[in-house]
């Protein structure tokens, strides 16, 4: 019984924050010391795809750039990551996956700035696309660094023993068998880029309105009922991301 109970505190203390978004999302004329918001509407989720406010151009354009990187880069990272794990400089070539972190990504992004100023892709999302590889691309890379080792490189010999040329051992074998683990680099990828600040906000230059820009911009105005709407749309990808990552991967794996 005790268990249960503390089972259920744990939960509803998670549950905590997201309730409290989404009150604040559906409230209107909230003041001290009042506990709740004096209104409860539904105007304000009314403005997403509003004109004015831009929280559906904001949206659709953050998943356009996360997706647009977190596929590709999973892909690349799964890739190159086995070209360096059979290289004999294996231990030099992740030593320069891991330097993109070795400053804070608005560090980072003042240092690329000016490159991306004179290339003329600051405050486009082209630009803020490149800028984010920066810091996604080798994540993918060391990811999957521990994937390859001699199963897999056994598995693949024995595939080419078999008569199966590269790209079928990629297609029919390894690609099968790294499902979960490209499945969870997909997601990972997706909230790095998700919940990128610095680089975007430095070279989009203000102007690639994502959603994590528009939390910081309404929180800055003090309309904390528009930065509890926007918070209520930027933790929503990641709650289903979860679901589907309990509920695929790691079913998958518990079956095996």
């Given amino acids: 019984m005790a268990k249960r109970l503390l089972k259920y505190a744990f939960i509803a203390l998670l549950l905590v924050p997201f309730g409290f978004l989404l009150m604040l999302s559906l409230g209107r004329g909230w003041a001290y010391p009042e506990v709740f918001p004096r209104q409860w509407t539904l105007e304000n989720w009314h403005f997403v795809w509003g004109a004015q406010a831009g929280l559906g151009r904001s949206t659709l354009l953050s998943l356009a750039i996360s997706l647009g990187i977190a596929a590709p880069v999973t892909l690349a990272g799964f890739w190159v990551s086995k070209h360096i794990a059979y290289s004999r400089r294996r231990r030099f070539w992740l030593v320069l996956a891991y330097l993109p972190y070795v400053l804070a990504p608005a560090v980072l992004a003042a240092c690329l700035q000016a490159f991306f100023f004179r290339a003329e892709l600051s405050g486009k999302v082209w630009g803020v696309v490149l800028a984010q590889l920066f810091i996604t691309f080798p994540y993918g890379v060391i990811f999957f660094s521990g994937f390859w080792n001699e199963q897999m490189r056994a598995m693949e010999q024995l595939a080419a023993t078999l008569g199966g040329r590269p790209r079928q051992a990629y297609a029919r074998v390894l690609i099968p068998v790294g499902r979960g683990a490209l499945m969870t680099c997909f997601f990972q990828i997706f909230l790095i880029s998700w919940f990128e600040y610095g ?58």
């Fill in 199 to 256: 680089l975007t906000m430095l070279i989009g230059v203000g102007k690639v309105q994502t959603l994590t820009l528009k939390v910081f911009q309404y929180v800055g105005e003090a309309n904390i009922f528009f930065a509890a709407l926007t918070g209520c749309l930027l933790v929503l990808p990641p709650l289903v991301l979860l679901w589907l990552n309990k509920r695929y991967v790691f079913a998958r794996a518990g079956a095996r």
